[in-house]
Structure formats: structure tokens, C-alpha cells
């Protein structure tokens, strides 16, 4: 069974024609035929060495190649020395490797168009004579209407620029859990010297905070326990937790920095 050959180069007999011409800096319009038949042979006895089934087109063109080489080799009239030929062999292939030229021209345009359109959107056509048809409006005010209007805007804007200059914006900062380790590493050195050995979670929440930094103080006792610096404890459903030293001195951290594995 026959079927279409597509090599990384070459597409069909005429496209592999064309580039052993054009290889060998051939004029389409004379093709030296013994060459390049001895070139398109060769092709196709590489493509047999590689387990490619030739498709009929190559052969079927092969056999035009070798009949037009037999042909030019045929004694010819000659005319003071030269041979007389009375239609060349091979114009019937130069007119169809032009048209195959042509062809593949306008295909890669095409390709060229396709790819370009692939980006383009259209904007389905909408009804825009309500636009057309009505004329434009224009305000008509008179002097003192014009002027009213302006003050009024003068007066707005003087308003909002007085309200501005008693209010500023201010951007909550917003604390990282390496920094509340830190503070609540700080708070139980501080626990230590007063002779506590346990602190209840809630006093780990610096005074005055909200929600946010309940639950970064929450996910910073988790990280430190993780770590081995503290415990903690929980006797009963919604209970206080009770956070205590662990197994690991709060100096036994020589470069380490908190949250470093992270």
C-alpha cells in the first residue's frame, strides 16, 4: 500500500526535485538531467535502507527522469557542430516544476495568513444608528447658571480638601511569625526571672491585637513546638492552652534563625 512521504525536508518527488536542482545551483530551465537523476536515485535507495515504503509518485517520476536522460542522449541533427534537438526532453518537466513552485508559493502564504488570523478576533457587528441618527446635546446655561455651577464645585472641593487634612491613612503593619517567636521567646525569659514555669496562651498575644495576630501567635507557638522549644497543653474541649518550656534551651539555637526551614 502507497502513501505520501514526509521526510524533515522534503514532501513528495517535486519538492525533493526542487531542492537537488536548487543544491546544485541549477537553472530550472536547464536542468542537467544525468546528475540529477544519478542525485534522485540515490535518494531513493537511502530511503529504502531506512524501511520507508517509496510511494508510486517517486517512482512513477524516477522513470520520467531516466527516460528523459535516455532521450538526451540520443544523437541529435547537428548544424555547424552543434545538435539540433527538435523539442527539448525536458521542457515538459520544467513546466511542471514551475507550476509546483507556484503552487507551494502561494500554499506557504497562505500558512503565513493562517497563522497571522489565529491572533485576530472579530467584534460581532453591532446596531449604532441610535448613535447616528440623533443629533448631539449640547447644555445651554446662561452666565449666571455657569457661574452657580462653578461655585458649587469650588465649594465641594474646598470641602474635601479641609475633611482630608484632618484624617490620614495609616497601613496596619502586619507582623510575621518570625518576629512574634522572638517576642514570645522574649516573654518567657522574662516569665523565667519571675519565677514562672508556664504562661497561658493568652499572654502570648501582645495587648491591644486582634484576630490576625491571635492566629499568628497561635501558628508561632505551633512552629516553636515543632522545633522543640516548647510544649503546650490542653485539658478540656475549648480550654486555656498551657505553653511550656520544651526539651530544647531557647540558646541552643547558635546561627539558626526561626522559621529558617520554611
Wanted: aromatic share 10%.
Amino acid at each position: 500500500m502507497s502513501y505520501k512521504v514526509k521526510l524533515s525536508t522534503f514532501e513528495g518527488p517535486f519538492d525533493l526535485l526542487v531542492y537537488l536542482i536548487e543544491n546544485a545551483q541549477m537553472s530550472i530551465y536547464d536542468i542537467r538531467v544525468s546528475e540529477i537523476t544519478r542525485q534522485y536515485l540515490e535518494y531513493l535507495e537511502t530511503m529504502k535502507v531506512m524501511n520507508i515504503n517509496v510511494s508510486s509518485e517517486f517512482m512513477v517520476l524516477a522513470a520520467e527522469l531516466i527516460e528523459i536522460k535516455s532521450k538526451m542522449m540520443l544523437p541529435r541533427n547537428e548544424l555547424d557542430g552543434q545538435a539540433i534537438y527538435e523539442e527539448d526532453p525536458r521542457s515538459g518537466l520544467v513546466e511542471r516544476l514551475l507550476a509546483y513552485k507556484k503552487c507551494k508559493h502561494c500554499s506557504e502564504l497562505l500558512q503565513e495568513c493562517e497563522t497571522k488570523m489565529e491572533d485576530v478576533f472579530e467584534k460581532p457587528q453591532e446596531d449604532i444608528s441610535e448613535y447616528l441618527e440623533n443629533p448631539d446635546e449640547y447644555l445651554s446655561l446662561d452666565l449666571k447658571e455657569f457661574a452657580k455651577a462653578f461655585s458649587l464645585f469650588l465649594q465641594k472641593k474646598q470641602r474635601i480638601e479641609a475633611t482630608e487634612k484632618h484624617y490620614t491613612r495609616i497601613e496596619r503593619e502586619r507582623e510575621t511569625i518570625e518576629r512574634r517567636m522572638i517576642f514570645i521567646e522574649e516573654t518567657f525569659k522574662r516569665a523565667y526571672k519571675a519565677g514562672m514555669e508556664h504562661m497561658n496562651f493568652r499572654e502570648l498575644i501582645p495587648a491591644g491585637k486582634g484576630r490576625y495576630d491571635i492566629i499568628v501567635s497561635f501558628v508561632s507557638v505551633l512552629q516553636m513546638m515543632r522545633d522543640k522549644y516548647l510544649d503546650a497543653d490542653q485539658r478540656s474541649l475549648y480550654g486555656d492552652i498551657i505553653v511550656k518550656t520544651g526539651s530544647r534551651d531557647f540558646d541552643d539555637k547558635s546561627e539558626e534563625v526561626y522559621g529558617s526551614d520554611q
